[in-house]
């Protein structure tokens, strides 16, 4: 069965340092996401995609946060300049369509450590 | 706006022995409920979904729900626990009415299993 893949698996980083998290969607899923889950915590949504541009984000994904979709297969997550508090396991989703019945397959996640 | 509340934060029960988790869904109508389950140092995977219809769904891994729309409840069950099912278990839910697509995810529900 197709898979979602993230990589790397554990990204430690400075902070105040530029982060990339990269997902490998689905390849014929149009639809994409961002969740993070902080240790102990909820998953929560970040950001969705579609069509090369963001569908919809929620407060935590601010102005230090950006999604791309620089080639056919990748998707990606950068945080420009990392805080203590982005520390958290990072997961990326696709679905074949954005409809809320459509199941969203989830990648095995980046767990993100700023030091 | 929707929201998802699990109320037991930690679950044990032995292997062999019947399995209930908990969620309590927030909503004027009826939403689009899931159940996650996340293993250790993996991503989450869907185990079932109800949209509407029958009141009792089946999942993956023999794995089941029942809607309570007077309970506002989907909670999930198991006649028989394994070992292999030792997971976090999150409930979530989406909007049919609102154009997002996201997915709230409630904190989740740890289940440990005793041999």
């Known amino acids: 069965e197709p898979e979602v893949t993230q990589t790397p698996s554990h990204q430690v980083t400075q902070m105040g340092q530029e982060v990339i998290l990269r997902c490998v969607p689905i390849s014929n899923h149009l639809y994409f996401y961002w969740y993070r889950q902080i240790l102990g915590q909820k998953v929560e949504f970040l950001v969705s995609f579609y069509n090369n541009e963001i569908s919809e984000k929620s407060e935590i994904f601010d102005d230090q946060f950006s999604v791309e979709r620089p080639d056919g297969s990748n998707f990606t997550l950068k945080i420009r300049s990392t805080k203590l508090e982005d520390s958290a396991m990072y997961f990326c989703?696709?679905?074949?369509?954005?409809?809320?019945?459509?199941?969203?397959?989830f990648g095995d996640g980046t767990r993100l450590s700023i030091l | 706006a929707q929201s998802v509340t699990q109320p037991d934060i930690h679950i044990t029960v032995s292997e062999g022995a019947s399995l209930e988790l908990r969620c309590n869904y927030s909503y004027g109508a009826t939403p689009y409920l899931f159940w996650y389950v996340q293993s250790p140092g993996q991503g989450l995977q869907l185990l079932l979904k109800y949209f509407s219809g029958d009141t009792l769904v089946q999942g993956i891994k023999g794995f089941e729900a029942e809607f309570k729309r007077s309970q506002s409840s989907l909670n999930l069950r198991k006649p028989s626990v394994h070992w292999s099912d030792a997971a976090e278990y999150f409930c979530?839910?989406?909007?049919?009415?609102?154009?997002?697509?996201?997915?709230?995810f409630g904190k989740g529900t740890r289940l440990h299993i005793l041999p």
């Open positions: 989703a696709s679905s074949e369509v954005g409809l809320i019945n459509q199941p969203q397959h």
């Open positions: 979530a839910v989406g909007a049919p009415e609102n154009r997002d697509d996201k997915i709230i």
